[in-house]
């Protein structure tokens, strides 16, 4: 593979890669052959790493605006259940091009939709993710519990237990292959799912040495669900279904004590901080702060577009710096820097990627080229990086390979991919 040079950058210098892998940092001397790309002024940073997303929600986006959670869900569960295979490949496509035209190398997609039982919904998402390029990290969400049962979702869109375990099997079979596309045992949430669907879920995922994520502590409701229930706070019943350890992250954890946030950092257990939509359906105030404090891996997620119709994972970074300030009333509780770490460092730590997030020699070529010719006066560029306006890519690299090319994604006609998108939700409503 031929080296590629990017020469000429504000921050951090010039960066050489080659064979996916960054070989030279800083003045880097054209050799005969290199492609050389100057980004005079410009800002490189790691990819950024989505930890928590929905991809089919974006088939749903500007529903539901003033609901909390659960309203939220019985809202859209019946048109969820409209969906078909080709329409979650049409929303994964859109939602993979956006993230990757707003720095996002690596994607989690977590899936739990699986209308008519069909689990061909999982190899269309793959198939989405290697025509936009980024790297996926899908999570094979799955629910048991109907309400006819004691849980939140209708009873046709939950799946019987067994089928979810072979259907799980057969995606990490034929689709895991610890590089682009990394397959994620997910059962969705305590309100959604069994006991028992919970402990064979993760007695497979570490038959497999593969990672775990569900969502919890997301809301005051689903902790009054888990003392209903199980007589325990939503932490000690994960505890107690053996979902605690570093190979497990977890969706938003909001609603925790002092003493769970120590017992999650002990187990190294991470958290998706998802701040735009925690703010949308006034979920609460993540503590972000305690949770560094505690060594809790920290990453960024969107979540899905339909409580976060943004859709890119830019915006996080400023969004999670100002409510971690909002909550602790302290105006350097996190910095540019941090949320930075965040939404590269943290995520690959959540989702068990040694040796991702960063820039160094030897580290996989996964880089942004964020555009800075507007940030001249400001001297630190991180800080001007993440307090300044909203930006989209000028280029993305993913194991070495471009992905977009001046803010251009490469190999999908993204208007297009909207235009179906739009026709198809249309029809969801209709």
């Given at each position: 593979?031929?080296?590629?040079?990017?020469?000429?950058?504000?921050y951090?210098?010039?960066?050489?890669?080659?064979?996916?892998?960054?070989?030279?940092?800083?003045?880097v001397?054209?050799?005969?052959?290199?492609?050389k790309?100057?980004?005079d002024?410009?800002?490189?940073?790691?990819?950024?790493?989505?930890?928590?997303?929905?991809?089919?929600?974006?088939?749903?986006?500007?529903h539901?605006?003033?609901?909390?959670?659960f309203?939220w869900?019985t809202?859209?569960y019946p048109i969820w259940g409209r969906?078909?295979?080709?329409?979650v490949?049409a929303?994964?496509?859109?939602?993979?091009?956006?993230?990757?035209?707003?720095?996002?190398?690596?994607a989690s997609d977590?899936?739990?939709?699986?209308?008519?039982?069909?689990?061909?919904?999982?190899?269309?998402?793959?198939?989405?993710?290697?025509?936009v390029?980024i790297?996926?990290?899908?999570?094979?969400?799955?629910?048991?519990?109907?309400e006819?049962?004691g849980?939140?979702?209708?009873?046709n869109?939950?799946e019987?237990r067994?089928?979810?375990l072979?259907?799980?099997?057969?995606?990490i079979?034929?689709?895991h292959d610890g590089?682009?596309?990394?397959?994620?045992?997910?059962?969705?949430?305590?309100?959604?799912?069994?006991?028992?669907?919970?402990?064979?879920?993760?007695?497979?995922?570490?038959?497999?040495?593969?990672q775990m994520h569900t969502?919890?502590?997301?809301?005051i409701?689903?902790?009054?669900?888990?003392?209903?229930?199980?007589?325990?706070?939503?932490?000690?019943?994960?505890v107690?279904?053996?979902?605690?350890?570093d190979?497990?992250w977890?969706?938003?954890?909001?609603?925790?004590?002092?003493?769970?946030?120590?017992?999650?950092?002990n187990?190294?257990?991470?958290?998706?901080?998802?701040?735009?939509?925690?703010?949308?359906?006034?979920?609460?105030?993540?503590?972000?702060?305690d949770?560094?404090?505690n060594?809790?891996?920290?990453?960024l997620g969107?979540?899905g577009?339909?409580s976060n119709?943004v859709?890119g994972?830019?915006?996080e970074?400023?969004?999670?710096?100002?409510?971690a300030?909002?909550r602790?009333?302290q105006a350097?509780?996190l910095m540019?820097?941090d949320v930075?770490?965040m939404?590269?460092?943290?995520?690959?730590?959540?989702?068990?990627m040694?040796?991702?997030?960063?820039?160094?020699?030897?580290?996989?070529?996964?880089?942004?080229v964020?555009p800075?010719?507007d940030?001249?006066?400001?001297?630190?560029?991180?800080?001007?990086l993440?307090?300044?306006?909203?930006?989209?890519?000028?280029?993305?690299?993913?194991?070495?390979?471009?992905?977009v090319?001046?803010?251009q994604?490469?190999g999908?006609?993204?208007?297009?991919?909207?235009?179906e998108?739009?026709?198809?939700?249309?029809?969801?409503?209709?």
């Amino acid at each position: 593979m031929t080296r590629i040079v990017l020469q000429g950058a504000r921050y951090p210098g010039d960066i050489a890669f080659e064979h996916g892998v960054i070989t030279q940092i800083g003045t880097v001397t054209p050799k005969s052959g290199d492609i050389k790309v100057r980004i005079d002024g410009d800002i490189v940073t790691p990819g950024l790493i989505n930890t928590h997303h929905h991809l089919y929600q974006w088939m749903t986006r500007g529903h539901a605006s003033g609901c909390d959670l659960f309203q939220w869900l019985t809202t859209l569960y019946p048109i969820w259940g409209r969906m078909n295979v080709e329409d979650v490949y049409a929303a994964a496509l859109v939602g993979l091009s956006e993230l990757a035209m707003t720095g996002c190398t690596t994607a989690s997609d977590h899936h739990y939709i699986v209308p008519n039982n069909d689990d061909s919904v999982f190899d269309a998402i793959v198939e989405a993710a290697k025509a936009v390029g980024i790297r996926l990290f899908l999570s094979r969400g799955s629910m048991d519990l109907g309400e006819s049962s004691g849980g939140l979702p209708p009873d046709n869109l939950v799946e019987d237990r067994d089928a979810i375990l072979a259907s799980t099997q057969r995606v990490i079979e034929e689709h895991h292959d610890g590089d682009m596309v990394h397959v994620v045992v997910a059962p969705c949430s305590p309100f959604s799912v069994s006991t028992e669907l919970m402990v064979e879920s993760a007695e497979l995922a570490r038959k497999y040495g593969l990672q775990m994520h569900t969502h919890l502590c997301e809301t005051i409701d689903e902790q009054d669900h888990c003392l209903e229930r199980f007589g325990k706070r939503p932490v000690m019943q994960l505890v107690d279904w053996g979902w605690a350890g570093d190979d497990v992250w977890l969706a938003h954890g909001i609603h925790l004590t002092n003493d769970e946030i120590s017992l999650l950092g002990n187990a190294g257990t991470g958290i998706a901080h998802c701040p735009s939509s925690n703010a949308r359906i006034a979920a609460g105030l993540c503590p972000v702060v305690d949770f560094r404090k505690n060594n809790v891996p920290v990453g960024l997620g969107v979540d899905g577009a339909a409580s976060n119709e943004v859709g890119g994972l830019f915006g996080e970074m400023r969004q999670a710096l100002y409510t971690a300030r909002i909550r602790e009333e302290q105006a350097d509780a996190l910095m540019p820097e941090d949320v930075l770490d965040m939404g590269t460092v943290g995520g690959a730590r959540c989702l068990g990627m040694d040796n991702f997030g960063m820039i160094d020699v030897g580290s996989p070529a996964d880089l942004v080229v964020w555009p800075g010719n507007d940030l001249g006066g400001i001297s630190d560029p991180i800080t001007g990086l993440i307090l300044g306006p909203d930006r989209r890519a000028k280029h993305v690299f993913v194991a070495g390979e471009q992905r977009v090319q001046d803010g251009q994604l490469i190999g999908v006609d993204i208007h297009a991919a909207h235009r179906e998108l739009a026709e198809r939700a249309q029809l969801l409503w209709d």
